[in-house]
């Protein structure tokens, strides 16, 4: 890299080297490997390569990632580095003083009349110190919001005034374009929300980060040019001013709970979902939509489009959501009923609409096939969803799930010979680390070796007689639930969760009713009236 930096030495424009370096950045964006931080060994290591060099070349690579580091920390070292380095007397390039020195000028939005992706548009100069600039480039960024808001793709241009004329032309030509100004502060702040999930995606989720909903992976982001311009992108988006106040306008609505169950209902009540015949099955289907909506699609449970369907139905429930046997039957039909209610609510025009509506049952077939293969990524590891389904009955997935959570944990990956549910020892095991909470250290089982960084745990066994009666109501009422009978048990589990009950209080309430019961019918009678 420092060899390849001594050409960028004769450059003239501090563009250019921008664009250089934050190439030469991007190069290790996105490359993960297990137990090495990449970004820091080859980010950090080139700063500490370069200040060591003695070299002008190795100045030119400090000025350049001091204005385009992908970190505070990564900048910081750069600026001592070429604090040292001066001191030895090099001499920076002339376009390294001007590196970053930029002024923003307008932003804009050019996007569709479906609303899947926006082009953010921002129009800089380069500051001469009087605070007097003329549009020198402008750095395009896409936004993906059928991926979470994920960049797609970024890219520069110098022939601003002919982008901004073709964008207003297109706009002014096609009905379904549409191109406005945006306040820049406005524009940083959906920007830096778009940046912050696209490093989500690049660095794995991070720890304790959720994983994205939906969208691409690492692999489909890294190679490009939004790699080849993150760098430089990150740095402009730094240059925009900030919101006044507290208040960020990102572009995402917060939908609480309550303004979610007020959109469902009005959804239910409407002509549109009158022709679903079960309004409990339909009721559970909109949730998702609308979750979907809100937490993926920048808060905009209302928006259609074919792009959002295809996304919605064919990874996103796929890899997030369980769906029982019924809702994946209806899904489609509400969908359809959700896409003509919401569509003209949103002043989609009925061509639209009806586009949007193919793209349901366009999609509805592979759809079923995608949702039913047991290979599909659910969110588990495939280890998980082994154990869970040993019998490859997939619709058995939800309420072993809620049977035995910690089928789907980390905590017992290691060892699924001490956790079987398929064994009264296992499902022991695994309801009194599920019930307390409490295990001890222990040495692996005969057969396997241990490297020293693995750790195996037994359940702690008591002989609290009390506890040991809750441990047998509890098994009693967990090999019902694993087995799916009576298929009531099910579905009152599956009645007091919609209603906001937490799973110990259901599993209480369940439990209490299985004792009481005199026999098979007046069991499932008993679950009936819950």
Sequence with gaps: ???????????????????????????????????????????????????????????????????????????????????ALREQGLQVPEWASQLGRVVPLGAYVNSDLFGDTDDVVCVFGRGDGDGASVPEHALILVVDHNAGGVLRDAWVTTKVERLLQGCRERAAADEFTRFAELEPAQARSRLVRALRVTERVISGGGAGAAPLPVGPNAADLAGGSLATHFALANARVRTLPEPLGTAADDGVQVWRRDRRAVLAARFLASDEAAELSDSYTASRCADHIIAYGCDVDAGRPLRVSPRKVEAF???????????????????????????????????????????????????TTEFTRVYRDPARPLGLRQEAVRRLLPDGDFSALARRMFAFPLLASDLISWAPEEFDPATPRGRRALLRLDHYGEYEAATPPSGRHSTGKDHWYRPVTGDDPDRERELDRHERLAERLWSGRPAELWSAARRLLDRGRDRASVLAELGGVLDAAADGADLRRRLDSL
């Design 313 to 363: 139905l064919l990874r996103w429930l796929p890899g997030r959501v369980v769906l029982l046997p019924e809702e994946q039957e209806a899904m489609p039909h509400v969908l359809a009923a959700w896409v003509r209610w919401a569509g003209p609510r949103t002043g989609l025009p009925e061509v639209a609409v009806g586009a949007t509506l193919d793209a349901v049952w366009e999609y």
């Design 1 to 83: 890299m420092l060899r390849a930096s001594r050409a960028m030495l004769a450059m003239r424009h501090p563009l250019d080297a921008e664009l250089a370096f934050s190439e030469l950045l991007g190069t290790w964006w996105g490359e993960r490997v297990p137990g090495l931080d990449v970004e820091r060994v080859l980010g950090e290591g080139l700063i500490t390569h370069a200040a060591a060099s003695g070299k002008p070349a190795g100045l030119g690579v400090l000025a350049a990632i001091a204005a385009l580091g992908t970190s505070p920390g990564q900048r910081r070292l750069a600026e001592q580095g070429m604090i």
